[in-house]
């Protein structure tokens, strides 16, 4: 039952932003293996960097930092340039 702020009292099953541990950082996995340059033929390593629907993954989601995110974005462009890579998923 709430209270007179509408809140729910202690021992309910609210997962409040008082519950939840704050999320664990990322971390970029190119600085972590010290990768410097990203191969547009290396198609394994891009899918991963790719949604279902062919869009490329945001930072945020992937956990890259900002210069491998730039570089893992203009990987996927030329390799969907080269062929490579679908633009988009039907």
Same mark, same amino acid.
């Given at each position: 039952m709430?209270?007179?702020?509408g809140r729910r009292e202690e021992g309910g099953r609210g997962y409040g932003r008082r519950d939840r541990r704050p999320p664990r950082k @990322?971390?970029?996995?190119?600085c972590a293996a010290k990768i410097g340059t990203i191969d547009?033929?290396?198609?394994?390593?891009? @899918?991963?960097?790719?949604s279902e629907r062919g869009r490329i993954?945001?930072?945020?989601? !992937?956990?890259?930092?900002?210069?491998?995110q730039r570089a893992v974005t203009r990987g996927?462009?030329?390799a969907r340039h080269?062929?490579?890579?679908?633009? !988009?998923?039907v």
């Open positions: 709430p209270d007179e702020r @990322k971390v970029c996995r190119f547009i033929r290396d198609i394994g390593l891009l @899918k991963g960097f790719l993954v945001s930072r945020r989601t !992937s956990g890259n930092c900002a210069r491998h996927i462009r030329r080269a062929a490579l890579l679908p633009y !988009s998923v």
